[in-house]
Nanobody, 123 residues
Framework: QLQFVESGGGLVQPGGSLRLSCVAS????????VAWFRQAPGKEREAISCISSSGEVTNYADSVKDRFTISRDNAKNTVYLQMNSLKPDDTAVYYC????????????????WGQGTQVTVSS
């Protein structure tokens, strides 16, 4: 069974940085694209970034473009999200999700999900 585990969340001051990791285990040949979503209290889940299987194609939501960078190391079955210039509005639980084939920014397109990691941006 394919499983994903996120890590790297925590409390950071505005303007700070964090790097999230999403590690896959199990049948790791069963997925291609990986996306990061986030959900803040009282808000809908938001897609923020996605990366193709090769890592050559990346997409970002406008809310994080130029601040966040997604990358992957297929040898380690790991996808990263480098988050810079963090703002209080970035506070949320961050999830990674995976699917076969292409990236989509719709959560219902994803078959596999991690349990989430909390990111809190506050002074």
């Amino acid at each position: 069974q394919l499983q994903f585990v996120e890590s790297g969340g925590g409390l950071v001051q505005p303007g700070g940085s964090l790097r999230l990791s999403c590690v896959a285990s199990g049948f790791t040949v069963d997925y291609d694209a990986v996306a990061w979503f986030r959900q803040a209290p009282g808000k809908e889940r938001e897609a923020i970034s996605c990366i193709s299987s090769s890592g050559e194609v990346t997409n970002y939501a406008d809310s994080v473009k130029d601040r966040f960078t997604i990358s992957r190391d297929n040898a380690k079955n790991t996808v990263y999200l480098q988050m810079n210039s963090l703002k209080p509005d970035d506070t949320a639980v961050y999830y990674c999700a995976a699917r076969s084939y292409l990236c989509y920014f719709r959560d219902y397109e994803y078959d596999y999900w991690g349990q989430g990691t909390q990111v809190t941006v506050s002074s």
